[in-house]
Each structure stands twice: as structure tokens, then as C-alpha cells.
């Protein structure tokens, strides 16, 4: 028997496949996603030049700090600028290839006798029309496109799929498909996954907080001579 999938599984089944599929395409995206960082890191360093060496001259001429005085100077207003552009070009590539590659791979996985990637196959999930069938190659498109707007929600058309009874996300009702699963217990596996997740976030968070950090104090220490 089956039942609607809720959002713990789907989301594993996701996570699964966009982590084969991050791993895939990371060696022909790792150069150039090396320079875009180091070209992010060396704008963000010079907004961080431009703003605290702005703030010394301030403090040296005796005068309080005027924290809109210095955003709104033309020099830090280019650095930010050029920061905004940086920031753009290190997340377009990733980004956009990223998009495509869990396109095809979605499709690719529908249309398979699995009826659904190599994650859902892990979790027996199954993406079905709304007369249960396998949904068609035009209505697998549609479904992948329309989770962009999922996205575009700040997640929320994702966490729909909490709503019981359906469990439908805004994605699944704008193509006129569903996410079934087998009535079983979840593998023990998944709730593992999911930590170990939460644990690489963590650890990645920490690590790029530290990094500003230290860019930021040793602009400081610049800016002080």
C-alpha cells in the first residue's frame, strides 16, 4: 500500500540527490568557483578596507562616528558595489548548473520504471499524476520548473508537504502531481542523515564566522596603522 509522503522523507530523498549531484559536477566547477570565491573574499575585504580606514579618519579629526556618512561615501559605495557583483558571479555558476543538473536528473528519474531519482528509490518514493500514474514527460518538466517557485518562497511552497492529509507541495499542485510512499517504517538511516547534515552546517557556519572575523580584525588592525 501507499500513502501520501510526508516532508522528513521527501526532504531526505532531496538532500540524497543533491548531494550525488553536488559531488558530480564539483570536480568541472571547482576552478572557477575558486576564483569566484577569492574574487568575493578580496571585494568584501576592500568594503572592509574603505569602511574602517573611512572610520579612523573620522575618529582622528576628533569627530563622533557618522556611520551613514561612511555607507554613503562614493568610495564605499563603488567597494560595495563591486561586492554586490562579486557576490553574483560566485553564486550564478554553482548556482544555475546546479539547477539544471537536479532538472535532468529529476526528470531523467520520473520517467524510469522508479518513477522518481535515485533518492526517492531510497526512501520507495514514487511521483504519480493525480489518477496515480506515472506522470508524463511534459508534467515531469512542469513539476521540476514549478519548484522554483517553491524556492522562490523562502522554502515555504516545501514545507506545504507538512500539511496533512495530501502532503502536497506548491510544486506538486501546479503540475497536478503527487509523492507517495510505501507504508513502511522510515530506514534508520535517514534520521543519521539528517544529523549528520545539521552537524556539516554547523561546522561550515562556524568556519565561514570565524573567516569574517579575522578579515574583519585585520582590516582593523590596518586601519589603525
Given at each position: 500500500m501507499?500513502?501520501?509522503?510526508?516532508?522528513?522523507?521527501?526532504?531526505?530523498?532531496?538532500?540524497?540527490?543533491?548531494?550525488?549531484?553536488?559531488?558530480?559536477?564539483?570536480?568541472?566547477?571547482?576552478?572557477r568557483?575558486?576564483?569566484?570565491?577569492?574574487?568575493?573574499?578580496?571585494?568584501?575585504?576592500?568594503?572592509?578596507?574603505?569602511?574602517?580606514?573611512?572610520?579612523?579618519?573620522?575618529?582622528?579629526?576628533?569627530?563622533?562616528?557618522?556611520?551613514?556618512?561612511?555607507?554613503?561615501?562614493?568610495?564605499?559605495?563603488?567597494?560595495?558595489?563591486?561586492?554586490?557583483?562579486?557576490?553574483?558571479?560566485?553564486?550564478?555558476?554553482?548556482?544555475?548548473?546546479?539547477?539544471?543538473?537536479?532538472?535532468?536528473?529529476?526528470?531523467?528519474?520520473?520517467?524510469?520504471?522508479w518513477?522518481?531519482?535515485?533518492?526517492?528509490?531510497?526512501?520507495?518514493?514514487?511521483?504519480?499524476?493525480?489518477?496515480?500514474?506515472?506522470?508524463?514527460?511534459?508534467?515531469?518538466?512542469?513539476?521540476?520548473?514549478?519548484?522554483?517557485?517553491?524556492?522562490?518562497?523562502?522554502?515555504?511552497?516545501?514545507?506545504?508537504?507538512?500539511?496533512?492529509?495530501?502532503?502536497?507541495?506548491?510544486?506538486?499542485r501546479?503540475?497536478g502531481?503527487?509523492v507517495?510512499?510505501?507504508?513502511?517504517?522510515?530506514?534508520?538511516?535517514?534520521?543519521?542523515?539528517?544529523?549528520?547534515?545539521?552537524?556539516?552546517?554547523?561546522?561550515?557556519?562556524?568556519?565561514?564566522?570565524?573567516?569574517?572575523?579575522?578579515?574583519?580584525?585585520?582590516?582593523?588592525?590596518?586601519?589603525?596603522?
Amino acid at each position: 500500500m501507499t500513502a501520501p509522503a510526508r516532508l522528513l522523507p521527501r526532504y531526505a530523498a532531496w538532500s540524497l540527490d543533491a548531494a550525488l549531484i553536488a559531488a558530480l559536477i564539483a570536480p568541472f566547477l571547482r576552478g572557477r568557483v575558486a576564483r569566484d570565491l577569492h574574487a568575493l573574499e578580496a571585494a568584501f575585504v576592500g568594503v572592509l578596507d574603505r569602511f574602517y580606514g573611512a572610520l579612523a579618519r573620522q575618529l582622528d579629526a576628533g569627530g563622533a562616528p557618522d556611520i551613514l556618512a561612511l555607507l554613503s561615501d562614493a568610495s564605499s559605495e563603488r567597494a560595495i558595489t563591486a561586492l554586490e557583483t562579486a557576490l553574483l558571479r560566485a553564486a550564478a555558476v554553482p548556482v544555475v548548473a546546479f539547477a539544471i543538473a537536479m532538472l535532468v536528473w529529476q526528470v531523467a528519474g520520473e520517467r524510469s520504471r522508479w518513477q522518481g531519482s535515485l533518492g526517492k528509490r531510497a526512501l520507495r518514493l514514487r511521483v504519480v499524476d493525480r489518477d496515480g500514474g506515472p506522470p508524463g514527460l511534459g508534467r515531469s518538466i512542469a513539476r521540476q520548473l514549478a519548484g522554483l517557485l517553491s524556492w522562490l518562497t523562502l522554502n515555504l511552497g516545501h514545507a506545504m508537504a507538512a500539511v496533512a492529509p495530501a502532503h502536497l507541495a506548491l510544486h506538486d499542485r501546479l503540475s497536478g502531481t503527487r509523492v507517495v510512499r510505501e507504508d513502511a517504517p522510515l530506514p534508520r538511516w535517514v534520521r543519521g542523515w539528517i544529523l549528520l547534515q545539521a552537524g556539516v552546517a554547523a561546522a561550515l557556519t562556524i568556519a565561514f564566522t570565524g573567516r569574517l572575523a579575522s578579515l574583519a580584525q585585520a582590516a582593523v588592525e590596518r586601519a589603525l596603522g
